[in-house]
């Protein structure tokens, strides 16, 4: 997105929200249709939230517990995250990954 676009639309925004208008009243107003409203409303939130975490939004996962009575593999666990892959070798570091989980599934 280049910055006159970025700019423009963050402006349109801003007005929209001080206007007090409904977003069709003020698209209707504006002479802008209410997709492309939402569509830059969509990429410039987007982009502010990119820029205060230094990266793209973070993806979350959901992730389920393995009840204790399931046994576990003798083999490592292997976790890939995004660009990340890190291995578990043994069930004395289970602390360890649910740190990480936990720190994975914590909104930047």
Not at 2 to 12: A, F, I, M, S
Not at 83 to 105: C, E, G, M, N, P
Request: net charge positive; proline share 6%.
């Amino acid at each position: 997105m280049n910055q006159k676009d970025l700019k423009l639309w963050q402006n349109r925004l801003t007005a929209r929200k001080s206007s007090g208008l409904s977003i069709v009243d003020w698209c209707a107003k504006n002479n802008i249709s209410k997709d492309s409203y939402y569509y830059w409303r969509k990429r410039v939130l987007a982009y502010e939230r990119e820029g205060e975490s230094g990266g793209p939004a973070p993806i979350f996962a959901e992730l389920h517990p393995i009840p204790a009575s399931v046994s576990t593999p003798a083999e490592p666990l292997e976790v890939f995250w995004q660009d990340l892959r890190f291995t578990i070798a043994s069930t004395d570091h289970a602390s360890l990954a649910a740190a990480v989980i936990r720190q994975l599934r914590e909104p930047c």
